[in-house]
């Protein structure tokens, strides 16, 4: 079993940063990629970054490159995602998730159903 917990949502302005965190807990280690996904009010979760727990796999939404990176700590079981030049397109709930099992191609990740852990998601609002 594992649980997840994001932090580190809140209120910014069009332009600014924010970085969100996820910790991870109990049997990490059959769990072997974690992604961010988000949902915007009234519309489906959509992928926004994924990154394996060991190798340097990642995997990024078009509409995020340039702006999101996506990081982790092993040691502390925590993944990261630093968000930067932010719209108020990317007004949204930010989920982690984690999955357990294993994929060569990293794009496998970018659906939701590759998931099976999830947190309870941080809402982040990008006034204009």
């Known amino acids: 079993q594992v649980q997840l917990a994001e932090s580190g949502g809140g209120l910014v302005q069009a332009g600014g940063s924010l970085r969100l965190s996820c910790t991870s807990s109990g049997r990490t280690f059959s769990n072997y990629a974690m992604g961010w996904f988000r949902q915007p009010p009234g519309k489906e979760r959509e992928f926004v970054a994924v990154?394996?727990?060991?190798?340097?796999?990642?995997s990024y939404a078009d509409s995020v490159k340039g702006r999101f990176t996506i990081s982790r700590d092993n040691a502390k079981n925590t993944v990261y995602l630093q968000m930067s030049s932010l719209k108020p397109e990317d007004t949204a709930v930010y989920y982690c998730?984690?999955?357990?099992?294993?994929?060569?191609?990293?794009?496998?990740?970018?659906?939701?159903?590759?998931?099976?852990?999830w947190g309870q998601g941080t809402q982040v609002t990008v006034s204009s």
């Open positions: 990154i394996r727990w060991i190798g340097t796999g990642l």
């Open positions: 998730a984690g999955s357990s099992t294993f994929y060569a191609q990293m794009n496998m990740y970018t659906s939701e159903s590759r998931y099976n852990y």
